[in-house]
């Protein structure tokens, strides 16, 4: 019953719209114990194992809040240049999911702990800021797994089981003012801030931020308005989106979708969507026409929550040097352009070529291996540079073996391909395959083949014509098997033929 919608070209969309983006994200705590009550938050226990009368909502439980959630959030709140509210309320928020055990999540509402941040993010040498709503703390729910059907959605399911290990740990989430003016840079605007907010989180030592875990995952709000329109569109609410790739995905994909809609003269339905990695587009979820009523009331449970403006000072005190502020030190220690600082921190591999130049290899080469030909090979596979399977030490190995010679850049690219499709370290790939840099007197015997086999080429470069000398440069990089040094080729080519 889904048909596929019309899209219209990225481009052509907001040549014509303006987009209005909106992000919420929402991050694991990376506290031991969950939020109202000792249970570990580890992940990958088996279900239904770190759960207790309080987070399986039991009558009579009492919870008691986890003070490290409370610094941790308070921290993030003052890491995006918020201000921090000297006393709240969590909140009851009221509504009926199996996930949920208490029927009711336990969140903030009217009083968040922090508001009014912000946060910079530079794309195309613009520097767009982000400002921030809000950023509360509330607890997570568990997890609801379809099964018996294809898609491990409800719809064709047999049955569903539920795991609480989840519920109850410390989320926070970190919700962005609607951000407009980003015109054609809408998608890569929403991948950099995840991407900045992220690396912020993880300086700040409060999350372990893996998205692909779900520690760290995003809604992705998308509205368009005609140009010169001043009226923000309707929006649709992509959830759960557990990339920057996919953030920049689900941007993309539904502005082309919106835009054909409005194109059409059709309206864009206010509603939830689900994303879907495998084909980067997303379909229909719940709708939020009618706004859902949820009943929030203060939680009776737990005492406010009123930090001292001396614990705040203290909080502030104590933050790690920002993302950004590290960034600049690491371009100056190295040389780097600030294109090409955006280059590599769009390609996602800025911490990846840090860490490659503290495994020993030179700036420059460090970053033209990952931004010259690694992101290129991510591509192709359709993952992140980090997921390749080659570590920077294994890189700046094969760094080392071609810039002292014993890798010409073709083989070096060939070993590298070799590490990432798991043949083993650098050295154990170049011996398994025999790969080396053809030796001298190789060389000439490669060459005088070369010139005795193309004898009327060879007579044109003797005759001065150095054009003809291509040809035979190619069939001595053939016959070595491409392990040869060009450079040396030439020059044994036109002593031979002077
Ligand atoms: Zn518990």
Redesign the pocket.
Known sequence: MTTTPTLTPYDEVLDRYDPVIGLETHVELGTAT?LF???STEFGADPNTQ??P??LGLPGSLPVTNEKAIEFTIRIGLALNCSIASWCRFARKNYFYPDMPKNYQVSQYDEPLCVDGRLDVEVDGQTHRIEIERVHLEEDTGKTLHVGGSTGRIHGATHSLVDYNRA?IPLVEIVTRPVTGTGHNAAAVARAYVAELRDLLRGLGVSDVRMEQGSLRCDVNLSLMPKGSDQFGTRSETKNVNSLRSVERAVRYEVERQGARLDAGERVVQETRHFHEDTGTTSPGRSKEEAQDYRYFPEPDLVPLAPSAEDVERLRAALPEPPSAARRRFAEANDFSPLDMEQMANAGVLALVEETIAAGATSGSARGWWLGYLVGVANQRGCEPRELGITPAQVARISALESDGTLTNKLARQVAEAVVAGEGEPDAVIEAHGWKVAGEDELVAAVDTAIAANADTAEKVRGGNQGALGPLIGAVMSSTGGSADARRVRELLLERLS
């Open positions: 969950k009550c000792g249970c759960v207790c309080v987070c109850g």
